[in-house]
């Protein structure tokens, strides 16, 4: 008897949930406004940050969970340069960006308003990975004759804020969300444009790097398109 019970229960709470579950995939676009430290070590750079995220909203909670991946170029410079190789004269184009990539798990409070417009809290835990790569080509559609890294560092990140869900005209598809985050991390350190330096005099040529460290303290307003992919 007790053991069909627990059985009735189990398939009662499993098709209660499956009927429940709601999920919802976004795109947000962010800029990181330097703060502080930052801001003295940064002269200027904005972060701009595009997040893909995934949701998932909690059956019966005011709760929504879930992992934003972001990616961004803070800064790219090109050089054209004919002395990048010993005993060469042809000229190379110099292609450098400077990265930010973001993971993020997310955890939301979405309180119950009679509104359309619904107001949130949200929280968010995880790693920056900062880093330069180059590139040299011979003209931009060819392949490289070389890439590398530069430098790379990464940090423990954390951010605090909260935004409002304005519905699509459908909005059982989705809404637009207009959010501002504030982010604290460890220090870590990241090239500008203005750090790196050829030296074609030094040996066969070498770069010489003066890196910056810093948290990365910011204000990061934001506007998202989210899509609830649940059916």
């Given at each position: 008897?007790?053991?069909?019970?627990?059985?009735?229960?189990?398939?009662?709470?499993?098709?209660?949930?499956?009927?429940?579950?709601?999920?919802?995939?976004?795109?947000?676009?962010?800029?990181?406004?330097?703060?502080?430290?930052?801001?003295?070590?940064?002269?200027?750079?904005?972060?701009?940050?595009?997040?893909?995220?995934?949701?998932?909203?909690?059956?019966?909670?005011?709760?929504?969970?879930?992992?934003?991946?972001?990616?961004?170029?803070?800064?790219?410079?090109?050089?054209?340069?004919?002395?990048?190789?010993?005993?060469?004269?042809?000229?190379?184009?110099?292609?450098?960006?400077?990265?930010?990539?973001?993971?993020?798990?997310?955890?939301?409070?979405?309180?119950?308003?009679?509104?359309?417009?619904?107001?949130f809290i949200e929280a968010q835990f995880g790693g920056a990975y900062m880093y330069t790569r180059f590139k040299i080509r011979e003209h931009?559609?060819?392949?490289?004759?070389?890439?590398?890294?530069?430098?790379?560092?990464?940090?423990?990140?954390?951010?605090?804020?909260?935004?409002?869900?304005?519905?699509?005209?459908?909005?059982?598809?989705?809404?637009?969300?207009?959010?501002?985050?504030?982010?604290?991390?460890?220090?870590?350190?990241?090239?500008?444009?203005?750090?790196?330096?050829?030296l074609p005099q030094q040996g066969d040529g070498e770069f010489s790097y003066s890196p910056q460290r810093s948290p990365l303290f910011m204000?990061?307003?934001?506007?998202?398109?989210?899509?609830?992919?649940?059916?």
């Open positions: 008897m007790l053991r069909k019970l627990l059985l009735s229960l189990l398939l009662w709470l499993s098709v209660e949930a499956a009927s429940a579950q709601i999920f919802y995939s976004g795109i947000h676009l962010q800029g990181g406004i330097p703060l502080r430290d930052l801001h003295k070590k940064a002269e200027g750079i904005i972060f701009p940050e595009i997040v893909w995220s995934g949701l998932y909203q909690l059956p019966n909670k005011p709760l929504e969970i879930g992992l934003g991946l972001g990616y961004g170029v803070y800064a790219t410079n090109l050089e054209i340069r004919n002395d990048l190789y010993a005993g060469q004269n042809d000229r190379f184009r110099l292609r450098r960006n400077n990265n930010l990539l973001t993971i993020m798990g997310m955890l939301r409070f979405v309180p119950y308003v009679e509104s359309k417009i619904q107001p931009w559609y060819l392949e490289p004759v070389e890439q590398g890294l530069d430098q790379d560092d990464w940090t423990l990140a954390y951010r605090l804020g909260g935004g409002i869900k304005i519905p699509f005209k459908k909005p059982e598809n989705g809404h637009f969300e207009i959010r501002v985050l504030y982010q604290e991390s460890s220090p870590v350190s990241f090239l500008r444009k203005q750090d790196t330096e050829y204000i990061q307003p934001g506007i998202a398109w989210v899509f609830n992919i649940s059916h």
